[in-house]
């Protein structure tokens, strides 16, 4: 599970070692989570989403403006795909 931990730790100009005591864990899991290796548990998922008062979706990058981003592509691609195969 990719998650957008990075994205909101920066924004709060915090560093690996701020989540890791946050979560109480090492600063090598964090850079783990940020990188894709591991998986954080629900219940740090769940610490880090309340820490900065966001929901897990948005923690796991499923929130609504990704999602619909995501579809409106999908859409654009099959729509371009179609218009191609009928020339």
Not at 18 to 32: E, L, M, P, R, Y
């Amino acid at each position: 599970m990719t998650t957008k931990l990075k994205y909101y730790r920066e924004l709060h100009n915090e560093t690996q070692e701020d989540i890791a005591k946050i979560c109480g864990v090492s600063k090598q899991t964090v850079f783990n989570w940020e990188n894709g290796f591991y998986e954080m548990k629900l219940s740090q998922a769940i610490k880090i989403a309340d820490y900065y008062n966001i929901s897990l979706d948005s923690l796991v990058g499923r929130d609504n403006n990704v999602n619909i981003i995501k579809k409106i592509k999908k859409d654009l691609e099959e729509i371009v795909a179609n218009y191609l195969n009928n020339l």
